[in-house]
């Protein structure tokens, strides 16, 4: 079977982060708030930009909770 | 805390000392929609201590959804104003020939599957074909006509400012969709969160919040969506602040340091954006204006004028579908920048009663407004005369920036000052119109909170009083009309009608709106571009100018403002030696004409 075999070591990969605008043309398909965006802030995972919004939306409650809390009949 | 009995007859005194006295629409809206919000509210009072608190509170909602304008609205106490219903996917609809098309175009991250994503069309809503649901939500909303009413009964599927929007009567949403190989349900519990915050588009005050034109439901809806579906926007607002905002108080730490390109990204990232877009009719310029809710106009066209100068100058596709308005002198002064003519703004009238009068006589703000109101006793005039919001020098005082054509993107979201931006686009003979929708959505005036009338007379003389809980109204107080060929005519009610109609496609809502830009593309290849540019080789000799043309055949040159002469030209560029300068600075200003139409203009301080 091809592959590699173990070396047997840790190999440590040196962490790039590169700082480039994507070009305009190349920016992903536009939604109302398309942007072309530095690497660095775009999420690369789809949990580490389900995390973002749960942090921006902060804590949320059921509605049927939220009306109960309100007194609304 | 729900109200009590006088706290609920306290904001239907309210209700009614605004209706009858200050708002503007309401000869309008009776003749419209044969409305009696009056007698609805006497009724309500009366009844007030035998309502639940819903029932309170659905029959208020529902005397101001009758009234069909997002200006004037009811909003409903804590904790509803400061809290957002939402279920976590979005559906926009498109065209297939005649058939409407609901499709799921979003889906916040963590909630799509394997088969609820984007792309499925969604065929029932809770069991209710889908159409008929959006239309029973639609008729809970305010909107001027029926495609107004429609785009926000879509929107308010999935979205629901508790502010202004009664709570969804359901706990969840049973979506039947068609997925790749059958139909499929999946369930949505409604979620709410709390949607205070800096972005509240209430929370203004000082002189700008004289002069809003804005749907705040409209703006809060597009807020939240930006939070479930675009992390990546609310990342580069947070960037940009720290670029551009040395003394932001509760900066995050640790936030990073990474290096805002802003010749692609703008300084007000949550206003604008913007790119190059390559068409089959050629590379043109793209501006997305989501909003005009920046409370800094100078800023906010300052922003405009330097991300025009960055985008091919053949042409520019200028986007204001979604926008549901802000600062209108925001809007108005936009214009300038993209004609060689001179901009007439808007005229704004007060409805003639009393309190206006009182409000006229004792704020010098609206001192233009006085002579007319006081004299309607002896002509029986039931509207004010009409007067622009500023000064007309300074919707005039930047000139042309933008020469290439432009083609204006609108639908029936666009509102308030962006009917405004529409409709002076329009009568000054910017460019085309092309809309996704019939016309705009109608909404002609400014708009002032209750809050903002509460201050604005002595308690003695005010009927104004505060509200319990955070309740509030906002209230349409000054109506506007059109200029131009379309001189008079209300923006309320008739709103913008665009020169050609786009069909949303299936590849607009899922790829970027590549159908709609293409088509832009085409008007924009239609038309000429136009050039008038200057240079001062010599800053010592500011006398001697080199000026380069295209598709102009003559060019008269201003000093100051004062005629200094004109010249038959060809393509091309040329040195003119203004000699002698007149002492001082002066301001030039060329104009280009073609056929003796003016077709561009530019300015320089020498």
Redesign the interface.
């Known amino acids: 079977m091809a592959g590699k075999k173990p070396t047997g070591k840790t190999e440590q990969k040196e962490k790039k982060i590169v700082i480039k605008v994507l070009a305009p043309e190349k920016a992903p398909a536009p939604t109302d708030f398309s942007l072309a965006l530095p690497n660095e802030v775009m999420f690369k995972s789809l949990s580490k930009r389900a995390a973002a919004v749960k942090k921006n939306i902060g804590a949320s409650q059921s509605l049927s909770d939220f009306l109960n809390k309100a007194g609304w009949e | ?2 109200l009590g009995t006088e706290e609920r007859r306290l904001v239907v005194d309210q209700a009614l000392a605004l209706i009858e006295q200050i708002y503007v629409h309401l000869p309008l809206k009776r003749a419209m929609h044969a409305v009696d919000p009056i007698q609805r509210l006497k009724l309500l009072r009366y009844h007030a201590a035998n309502l ?4 309170f509170h659905a029959e208020m909602v529902s005397i101001f959804n009758g009234l069909r304008d997002l200006h004037t609205n009811y909003i409903l106490p804590a ?2 104003r400061n ?1 957002t ?1 939402y279920l976590p996917f979005r559906i926009e609809e498109y065209f297939e020939g005649d058939q409407r098309r609901c499709v799921v ?2 889906v ?3 909630w799509a599957d394997r088969y609820f994503k984007p792309g499925v069309i969604v065929t029932h809503w809770n069991g209710t074909p889908i159409q008929r649901a959006v239309e029973i939500n639609a008729d809970r909303e305010a909107g001027s006509n029926l495609e107004a009413r429609h785009a926000r009964g879509l929107g308010a599927m999935t979205i629901r400012w508790l502010a202004m929007s009664l ?2 009567d359901e ?1 969840w949403v049973t979506v039947t969709y068609q997925g790749d190989d059958k139909a499929r349900d999946r369930r949505f ?6 949607s205070s915050g800096d972005d509240d588009p209430l929370a203004v005050s000082g002189e700008v919040a004289l002069m809003l034109g804005l749907d705040a439901k409209a703006e809060m809806e ?1 807020q939240t ?12 607002a947070k ?1 940009v602040k720290l670029q551009t905002d040395s003394n932001w108080v509760g900066a995050p730490t640790g936030a ?1 340091s ?4 802003f ?3 703008s300084k007000l ?1 949550d206003v604008f ?1 913007f ?2 877009i ?1 068409t089959p009719s050629g590379r043109f310029g793209y501006v ?1 204006i ?1 909003t005009f809710v920046h409370w800094d106009d100078a800023e906010f066209v300052e922003e405009f004028v330097r991300i025009l100068g960055l985008l091919p100058q053949n042409g520019l596709v200028l986007d204001v579908r ?1 926008n549901g308005g802000g600062n209108i002198i925001a809007g108005e002064r936009l214009l300038q920048v993209l004609t060689p003519q001179k901009i007439d703004p808007e005229r704004f009238y007060f409805i003639n009663s009393p309190l206006t009068l009182k409000i006229c006589e004792t704020l010098n703000a609206f001192e233009s407004w006085r002579e007319s109101i006081a004299q309607a006793v002896e002509t029986g005039a039931p509207f004010s005369h009409g007067f622009a919001l500023r000064p007309l020098e300074s919707y005039n005082d930047l000139g042309q920036k933008y020469q290439g054509p432009v083609v204006l993107l609108t639908d029936a979201r666009c509102y308030s000052t962006t009917d405004i931006f529409c409709a002076g686009f329009q009568d000054h003979e910017i460019g085309p119109i092309l809309g996704t929708s019939g016309a705009t959505g109608a909404g002609g005036a400014n708009v002032w909170d209750h809050s903002t009338l509460v201050g604005m007379l002595p308690g003695a003389i005010s009927p104004f009083k505060a509200l319990p809980n955070d309740a509030s109204f906002r209230v349409a107080v000054r109506r506007c009309t059109r200029v131009g060929k379309r001189l008079g005519v209300l923006v309320e009610e008739l709103g913008v009608v665009p020169d050609h109609i786009h069909r949303t496609t299936r590849q607009d809502v899922l ?3 590549v159908d709609l830009l293409n088509r832009a593309g085409e008007l924009l290849a239609e038309r000429p571009v136009y050039a008038v540019s200057v240079q001062v080789p010599q800053p010592t000799a500011p006398h001697q100018i080199e000026v380069t043309t295209k598709n102009v055949d003559r060019l008269d040159i201003y000093l100051s403002s004062r005629p200094h002469g004109s010249l038959d030209i060809a393509d091309g560029t040329r040195t003119i030696d203004l000699s002698p300068l007149p002492s001082g600075s002066n301001v030039l200003e060329l104009q280009g004409f073609r056929e003796a139409k003016l077709v561009a203009s530019t300015r320089l301080q020498l």
Do not use: Y
Not at chain 2, 189 to 194: A, K, M, R
Not at chain 2, 258 to 261: C, L
């Open positions: 805390m729900p639940s608190e819903s029932g904790p509803f809290s219903a175009t979003e916040s991250p963590g709570p969804p706990a519990e409604w979620q709410v969160f709390d597009r969506r930006k939070l479930l579906f675009a992390p990546e926007a609310v990342e580069i960037q990073g990474a290096s805002v390109d010749n692609a990204i990232p954006t790119r190059p390559e997305h989501h979604g790829t970027g709106n």
